[in-house]
């Protein structure tokens, strides 16, 4: 701007010889590549530094929507024993009492993989964002760690077994006690999130 500027005012001023205007012109166009060059490196490194914003957060990303999944297989843990209580007190189970329990038992099959997934991507992305996020890594790190030492999986998979059976008394006990447990974990979570 300040090259054509002052190239205008000469222009003006100066009535310029063929060859002045064409070397002012020059020195023109050689000020507007050396600009062009400028922006476009620094659009580069615009571009770079966001896009590193971007795989950072996605890193982040991948932590959050582990501990959204642990919070909804816990809810969703939470009305399976909640259906589950009423065979806390039957004794002679039904037909339908026991399909009903095996219907149960798909869906604690189902948050048993999960919880078992959901153990090995918090430990993944717990790795993967270490250097960007090391608090949320450990946070991730920890629940895992707690998941495993509850024997989560295992807790399921025995209410699974007890509901396939059927053991009514014992398949709410079960998932009960999973219910539980994730519960602790879920207000430690909780709790950490607020800290």
Not at 47 to 74: A, G, P, Q, W
Not at 77 to 97: G, H, N, P, W, Y
């Amino acid at each position: 701007e300040d090259e054509l500027k002052e190239f205008s005012e000469q222009t003006e001023k100066n009535g310029q010889t063929p060859q002045q205007l064409a070397e002012a012109l020059e020195s023109l166009q050689k000020a507007g590549e050396k600009q062009q060059q400028n922006l476009q490196q620094n659009e580069e490194q615009y571009t770079d530094r966001i896009l590193k914003t971007i795989r950072d957060m996605s890193l982040m990303n991948e932590i959050v929507k582990d501990f959204n999944h642990f919070k909804y297989l816990y809810q969703r843990q939470q009305q399976l024993a909640e259906k589950s209580k009423r065979f806390d007190v039957i004794r002679d189970l039904s037909r339908t009492d026991e399909l009903a329990l095996k219907k149960h038992a798909a869906e604690e099959k189902q948050i048993a993989h999960e919880l078992e997934v959901l153990i090995e991507n918090l430990i993944m992305h717990a790795e993967d964002a270490e250097l960007q996020f090391p608090k949320a890594s450990q946070s991730a790190r920890d629940l895992a760690e707690q998941m495993k030492e509850a024997r989560l999986t295992s807790l399921a998979e025995k209410a699974v077994n007890s509901m396939l059976i059927p053991d009514g008394q014992e398949s709410y006990q079960l998932a009960e006690r999973l219910r539980s447990e994730m519960r602790k974990m879920f207000n430690d979570m909780q709790q950490g999130i607020n800290e």
